[in-house]
């Protein structure tokens, strides 16, 4: 494993922690003190889009060229990936999420999807005209957790897909220029039923949306929505309709999707962590606490633990090109726990002002509790981890 910053990787950084300072943390720390997502014609979006960061990794052809680097290469951006997702969840978590881009599907519609629905979907953020937002809706009110058991259902009619269901608490959704939408095609099959089916914003039947209230990362959208009779043309079913014994199988697909995510996850956790020890250290020295062994003690605590979590991340993300899933379960279930224990130590330390509400770690203290629901709870990774160890399937 190589984890070793070298001087473009410090470059990348250094412009992560700049744009981060001036930019997202005021956007963010604005959003919640209106407690509301950013609205979609907030000039910040723009100057993403002027950055270049709203844009899709995809490259037409790319499969084709044969010109993917070796794998320890491929490892290595996956390791710096995860540095700029810790840097920008220390500025905010919330912001990263809200920013336009293709955001959580884009994975699976790179490893599962036809060349013509890549062009079709990713195409149009490969030099984005205006902010653009895709997103991927997979919980329920009744199926979070047990995601085998999503009840929207998708049935062949005609030369297309009717959609009937409802999704809750998906990031991005109302201003989604596509869904990429998890469902049914035969409920009696359980998991083997499921299939993903893009949803363009506009179609007939999609609708019902409303926003969720959250108790921290206001900054971006958690949705509800709704599908009634919804219909969606046949080649909107993402991987096209191939023969079974050649298409990548739905559930496993979207799994594909949170094993990537976690890694992801537990960097942002370890981010908003080491925000919670900067504020922390920053109120101690002002308020002449430093020189009490129980706070130095606590700080060094902190310290150790998210340095013991950001490594434990990194190696879930450098072996991500290999089977990685139950590192990436230790990796998510450590780094959450972590970022909370750092925020409930914070707010221990700045008391009456914590309580006042307007301090940032006790905003901090409300994002991150998220980190430990997201993409699988902690109990559901260590779920993961503890059914591997002792030799059950994955359940
Ligand atoms: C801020 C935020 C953003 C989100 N964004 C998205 C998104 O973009 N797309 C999307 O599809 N979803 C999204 N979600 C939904 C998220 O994935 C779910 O909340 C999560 O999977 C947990 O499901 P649940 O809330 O229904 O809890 P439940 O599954 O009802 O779980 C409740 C509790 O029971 C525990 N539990 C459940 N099953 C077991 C078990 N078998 N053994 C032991 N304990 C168990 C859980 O760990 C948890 O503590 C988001 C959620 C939040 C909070």
């Known amino acids: 494993m190589d984890f070793l910053i070298d001087a473009e990787m410090g470059r990348r950084l250094a412009a992560a922690r700049e744009w981060g300072q001036a930019e997202v943390r005021p956007v963010g720390r604005e959003a919640d003190r209106l407690g509301r997502p950013i609205p979609t014609n907030h000039p910040y979006f723009e100057k993403v889009l002027a950055r270049g960061d709203a844009r899709t990794r995809w490259r037409p052809g790319s499969r084709s060229a044969g010109s993917a680097p070796p794998r320890s290469g491929r490892s290595r951006s996956t390791v710096m990936a995860l540095l700029l997702a810790e840097e920008l969840a220390y500025w905010d978590r919330g912001v990263g999420v809200a920013n336009p881009g293709p955001g959580l599907p884009e994975g699976n519609v790179i490893g599962a999807g036809t060349e013509e629905q890549k062009e079709r979907f990713l195409g149009p953020f490969l030099e984005p005209d205006r902010p653009r937002w895709a997103c991927f809706a997979m919980t329920e009110p009744g199926a979070g957790s047990d995601a085998a058991a999503i009840r929207t259902r998708a049935r062949r009619d005609g030369d297309g897909w009717v959609l009937d269901g409802a999704k809750c608490f998906i990031g991005n959704a109302s201003r989604a220029d596509w869904l990429l939408v998890q469902a049914t095609v035969d409920p009696n099959r359980g998991r083997a039923g499921q299939r993903a089916f893009f949803v363009e914003q506009g179609t007939p039947g999609l609708g019902g949306f409303k926003i969720e209230k959250k108790s921290g990362l206001k900054a971006y959208e958690s949705t509800s929505f709704s599908l009634t009779e919804c219909r969606v043309p046949a080649e909107n079913l993402l991987g ?30 370890v981010g908003i962590g080491r925000a919670v020890l900067d504020e922390a ?15 130095r003690d606590r700080l060094e605590h902190m310290k150790r633990r998210l340095r013991a979590a950001r490594l434990m991340c990194l190696k879930a993300g450098w072996l991500a090109q290999q089977d990685n899933i139950v590192e990436a379960s230790l990796s998510k279930a450590m780094a959450a726990q972590v970022g909370q224990e750092a925020a409930t130590f914070g707010m221990e330390l ?42 059950l399937p994955r359940g």
Do not use: C, W
């Open 240 to 269: 096209g309709e191939r023969p079974r014994s050649d298409r990548p199988e739905g559930f496993k697909t979207a799994m594909r999707t949170f094993n990537a995510g976690r890694p992801v996850i537990a960097a942002n956790s």
């Open 350 to 391: 700045i008391g009456t002002v914590g309580a006042r509400g307007d301090h940032l770690i006790e905003k901090l203290y409300r994002d991150v509790k998220a980190m430990d629901i997201v993409e699988g709870t902690g109990q559901i990774q260590r779920m993961i981890v503890a059914r591997k160890l002792v030799g």
């Open 281 to 295: 250290l920053a109120f101690a020295r002002g308020h002449g606490l430093l020189g009490r062994d129980r706070v």
